[in-house]
């Protein structure tokens, strides 16, 4: 079993910016490719960011490329998403998954693409 727990979401004005962290235990995390996922009220849960183990090379969903950042500390643990000049339309839940594969067309099947979900946070954009 992998637990992931994401922190860091909260409320911030648009224009701001917030990093959200997701601490992974119970296996290796350098074993897995890593994402993050977001689900707005009344919406679909959609790809926001994915980073490859292998030369790290990171994808992101238009909507968020030139103001997101995806990175990884396999030595922690740790998964990040810093997220800069954020949006009203940015508000939803954001969720870290590990990945069973990384989708260079960012259409990722949300049951066989992706291993484990952690129990999400909260990011509010306020006008």
């Known amino acids: 079993q992998v637990q992931l727990v994401e922190s860091g979401g909260g409320l911030v004005q648009s224009g701001g910016s917030l990093r959200l962290s997701c601490a992974a235990s119970?296996?290796?995390?350098?074993?897995?490719?890593m994402g993050w996922f977001r689900q707005a009220p009344g919406k679909e849960r959609e790809f926001v960011a994915a980073?490859?183990?292998?030369?790290?090379?990171?994808y992101y969903a238009d909507s968020v490329k030139g103001r997101f950042t995806i990175s990884r500390d396999n030595a922690k643990n740790m998964l990040y998403l810093q997220m800069n000049s954020l949006k009203p339309e940015d508000t939803a839940v954001y969720y870290c998954?590990?990945?069973?594969?990384?989708?260079?067309?960012?259409?990722?099947?949300?049951?066989?693409?992706?291993?484990?979900w952690g129990q999400g946070t909260q990011v509010t954009v306020s006008s």
């Open positions: 119970g296996r290796t995390f350098s074993t897995y490719l």
């Open positions: 980073i490859s183990w292998i030369g790290g090379t990171t």
């Open positions: 998954a590990a990945l069973r594969r990384i989708r260079a067309n960012n259409n990722y099947d949300m049951e066989s693409d992706v291993d484990y």
